[in-house]
């Protein structure tokens, strides 16, 4: 996909469903961070990497046998982190679908995270358990550290037993991570020193969701109580590279807050919010609804709270979305395990690259003109046209064309489009591409004939034979 032919100016929601994906047990989604594999997590512990150009399952990877909660991507789509109800992370290696790390916990696993930078850390937090930040070793025998991080006095409630934080998001670049708590709070830690540097509580109602806004410096929460909240996050930056979601540097003035800006709630229906993310550009509020049988995707503006598009599929509960990093593009999951993928339609508009084709409602005859295969034409303005002459002009003009399009062509410098990139100061990705696994069927392989000892013995006597009488063998 070349990101700079797409229409900058193409508006950031779908407008209906153009394909479907059967998998029967799928549970959760997630596009990869170019957009070009989606992951699903199924109910029978495995997880499938689907192609997006061709519609097919690239990897096939077995977690276990107890059913997946969610899964998260790396940065470079290499590795991806898969987490079950059990309390046991995996961390694979799409290259050749290996398992690089493996951590257990005692309980099930509300959220985990992937960082945004370094793809041996992920952040992990359990239902009964303090969360914790895992670092993978590049060693394989030497097993992943795993550091409980303390949000609050109690990190586990000693009556229900449940753990404070509830889900988590890192920031922009890796440098904050953000905690939903039980008590509704938002805690932001830093990671290297792991403590916590601003909080704010947003509600008495529990976060079920948190997201970061990947072109700003914003985060949205969606809580028990049906509303969703934006707010804005101003926290410090390490050695001066600007804040820590990507904007200005913070001035000394200010202190580091995280403040909620805007309010989002269904008023008349009051239902309940699956997740909440942001748009691609980041100005767009993308939630989808947990109610009856209804597959409904809401579309909000960030800024006024208003509701700018509502997407109705079919009548199955929605179960997850996710929201294609780049384009307009949105993916569904039902109960039933049916993939959805929204889109929209293309209006292809030919007057804009001929201003004089004029488009046709219904056939029409064509009259063939009494002068169209004359050797010379008059045109409309008197003057005569030779067609030999004009024919001879074209092919030269082509020709000419060709000795110009001969020149040695760089495909090897590649820019950076600032368009559709999420960061002004990052690092490039280490350019992963998943291959194609082939599966072959052995009973179409011709079958493999070895010849015996004693028909090799017979044809070494047979070839010296041969040189002493001077003698030439023909090969059949």
Not at 288 to 309: P, R, T
Request: proline share 5%; aromatic share 8%; with cysteine.
């Amino acid at each position: 996909m070349n990101r700079k032919l797409l229409d900058p100016f193409e508006p950031e929601y779908p407008e209906a469903i153009e394909a479907c994906l059967d998998d029967e047990y799928a549970v959760k989604c997630a596009y990869s961070h170019s957009g070009s594999l989606l992951a699903t997590a199924r109910s029978d512990g495995q997880c499938f990497v689907w192609d997006m150009d061709t519609l097919n399952v690239m990897r096939r990877l077995q977690h276990g046998e107890v059913a997946l909660t969610g899964l998260s991507w790396s940065r470079s789509g290499r590795f991806i982190l898969t987490y079950d109800e059990a309390g046991v992370c995996i961390l694979w290696d799409l290259e050749d679908s290996s398992v690089k790390a493996r951590v257990e916990f005692e309980s099930s696993i509300s959220c985990a995270r992937m960082h945004p930078r370094d793809s041996t850390q992920f952040i992990v937090c359990p239902l009964r358990e303090a969360p914790c930040l895992v670092a993978v070793s590049a060693d394989p025998k030497e097993p992943p550290s795993v550091s409980p991080i303390c949000i609050s006095a109690d990190s586990v409630d000693q009556k229900t037993k449940a753990a404070a934080s509830t889900c988590c998001c890192f920031g922009k670049k890796g440098i904050y991570v953000f905690f939903g708590t039980s008590k509704g709070q938002v805690h932001a830690v830093h990671v290297s020193t792991q403590k916590i540097v601003c909080s704010v509580k947003l509600s008495s109602s529990t976060v079920n969701t948190i997201s970061r806004n990947p072109r700003g410096t914003d985060i949205v929460t969606n809580s028990s109580d049906r509303i969703l909240r934006v707010c804005q996050v101003v926290l410090p930056a390490e050695e001066g590279s600007g804040s820590a979601l990507g904007g200005n540097t913070m001035p000394a003035k200010l202190e580091p807050s995280i403040s909620a800006t805007t309010k989002i709630q269904d008023i008349v229906n009051r239902v309940h919010w699956i997740q909440a993310v942001f748009s691609s550009s980041g100005d767009y509020i993308v939630s989808g609804i947990e109610h009856k049988a209804e597959h409904n995707i809401y579309v909000w503006d960030k800024f006024s709270g208003s509701l700018v598009k509502m997407l109705t599929g079919p009548n199955e509960l929605l179960e997850d979305f996710a929201v294609h990093p780049l384009r307009p593009i949105y993916a569904s999951i039902s109960t039933f395990g049916i993939i959805y993928l929204w889109t929209r339609v293309p209006q292809q508009n030919w007057n804009a690259f001929a201003p004089g084709f004029r488009e046709l409602e219904e056939n029409v005859d064509f009259v063939e003109p009494e002068d169209q295969f004359d050797r010379r034409i008059t045109m409309q303005n008197g003057s005569i046209v030779d067609c030999a002459e004009d024919r001879i002009l074209r092919e030269k003009r082509a020709a000419n064309a060709a000795v110009e399009g001969d020149m040695d062509i760089d495909v090897d410098i590649t820019d950076d489009d600032p368009l559709f990139s999420d960061s002004d100061s990052e690092t490039s990705d280490d350019g992963f591409l998943l291959s194609v696994a082939v599966d072959c069927d052995e009973n179409l392989l011709p079958p493999t004939v070895t010849p015996s000892s004693a028909a090799v013995v017979a044809a070494s006597e047979m070839e010296a034979s041969a040189v002493e009488q001077g003698t030439t063998i023909i090969e059949s």
